[in-house]
């Protein structure tokens, strides 16, 4: 009898057995519930259990386990297992050297021995096993692992069983490489969700420290990063005799990336604030060492000034970042020229210095208030956000609080920070 699968291999010990088509049908019915089940599964533990207990079931008093390959080792690895009483999860063979099991995975042919008692490579195992067909599980054209089944009766697969089971034989293997690479992707998106949590927690570290107490003024701080890492950021730093800077930025970019170029540059400006007296100065030296540090099409914009507390005057600095908004008995942007944003290029930074006499406010912000979109995509913009702090009750918790209402209540695309500066 000519066979139908040109890459099996067989022992003859006896003639071929023929089934009849109805016990084939029912077979074939049987094991098109279990390729269902197997195809909604993803977890590989799950669809083993159900590979070896639907394919047992439909089959009938067998014996059916399912050996992977182990990467690491090149040994198969038996993982789930029914109907034996010798065998144990866990237990391995060698690739070539032990049994059906390792000469398939060596091959990469399935092998079926109609009487296993006159298979070279048969290994014993259950007394009441006489036939047995171990068939590869391929993906990629690489044997990840065998499907064994074991029967009582010789000769006990036609070849039209032998052919669905090879057919099963492929749901199995793309069913166990989805559930790998689900299970990868899980691993890898937990890892991510640590390490973003992690740099989180060193944000809020760095940020929800109390602002300083400085006589005569007092210092409101929002900060609503869009993700779980933020590229905006604000700082306090001491100058000492009774001068402080007060930095806030916007880094380009969103998510990992721009919040370890912002830590980077907030060490930068930390270490550079107290050699130089001016803003103007210190953002002209913290760009140039930003130029050379950045990767290309990476910038940060800044508004930087010098708080003297005595004369109560505060001298600011702006790296492309939007205009402080003053606010006193109206509103009114300040005229506050710009130098290229840090990081693109060699640029000076006109400086302006202003009177915080009291009553007196000033907000620094980044754009993702200002260009915070409502459902008709319209922008919060510069009008909204005067109007707000035309309020005499307006604060920065309210300011954040007012534009995630005008969004709608949906996620913000982008940071949104705020620091406001009271004279009293």
């Known amino acids: 009898m000519a066979t139908l699968f040109p890459d099996v291999q067989t022992s003859h010990a006896i003639p071929p057995r023929i089934h009849s088509s109805g016990d084939f ?97 048969y290994i014993a195992c259950e007394p009441a096993t006489n036939s047995e067909v171990s068939i590869p599980l391929k993906a990629g054209g690489q044997v990840i692992g065998v499907l064994c089944v074991d029967h009582h009766e010789i000769d006990a697969f036609s070849e039209d069983q032998l052919q669905v089971l090879q057919a099963l034989a492929g749901h199995i293997a793309i069913a166990i490489e989805n559930a790998r690479l689900f299970m990868r992707e899980r691993c890898e998106r937990e890892r991510m969700q640590r390490e973003s949590a992690d740099a989180r927690a060193i944000q809020q570290a760095l940020f929800l420290k109390p602002v300083p107490l400085i006589p005569g003024f007092a210092f409101e701080t929002a900060w609503h990063p869009a993700g779980d890492v933020a590229g905006d950021w604000f700082d306090f730093i001491d100058l000492g005799q009774q001068r402080y800077g007060i930095a806030l930025a916007d880094v380009s970019g969103k998510g990992m990336s721009a919040g370890l170029l912002m830590s980077a540059t907030r060490a930068i400006l930390r270490s550079l604030a107290p050699l130089y007296a001016s803003p103007a100065e210190t953002l002209e030296h913290l760009n140039r060492i930003l130029t050379e540090d950045f990767p290309p099409g990476k910038f940060v914009t800044m508004v930087y000034g010098v708080l003297d507390v005595n004369s109560r005057e505060l001298t600011l600095a702006s790296a492309g970042h939007l205009r402080p908004l003053l606010i006193n008995h109206h509103c009114a942007f300040l005229d506050l020229d710009t130098g290229l944003p840090l990081g693109l290029g060699a640029s000076s930074y006109p400086q302006c210095t202003i009177t915080l006499s009291p009553g007196t406010k000033l907000l620094l912000y980044t754009d993702g208030i200002t260009e915070a979109m409502d459902s008709n995509e319209e922008d919060y913009g510069p009008a909204r956000l005067i109007e707000h702090f035309l309020q005499s009750d307006a604060c920065v918790d309210g300011l954040i609080a007012e534009v995630q209402h005008f969004g709608g209540g949906s996620d913000q695309s982008d940071d949104a920070t705020a620091v406001l500066i009271r004279s009293r």
């Open 25 to 121: 049908v029912q077979t074939l019915m049987k094991l098109q519930r279990a390729t269902h089940l197997i195809a909604s599964a993803l977890d590989l533990e799950s669809i083993l259990d159900r590979v070896v207990n639907d394919i047992a079931a439909s089959l009938g008093n067998i014996k059916v386990a399912i050996w992977l390959r182990d990467g690491e080792t090149d040994d198969m690895v038996l993982q789930e297992v029914c109907g034996c009483t010798v065998c144990q999860k866990g237990m391995r063979l060698q690739i070539g050297k032990c049994g059906m099991v390792g000469h398939v995975a060596a091959t990469g042919r399935m092998r079926y021995a109609r009487d296993v008692h006159q298979d070279a490579y």
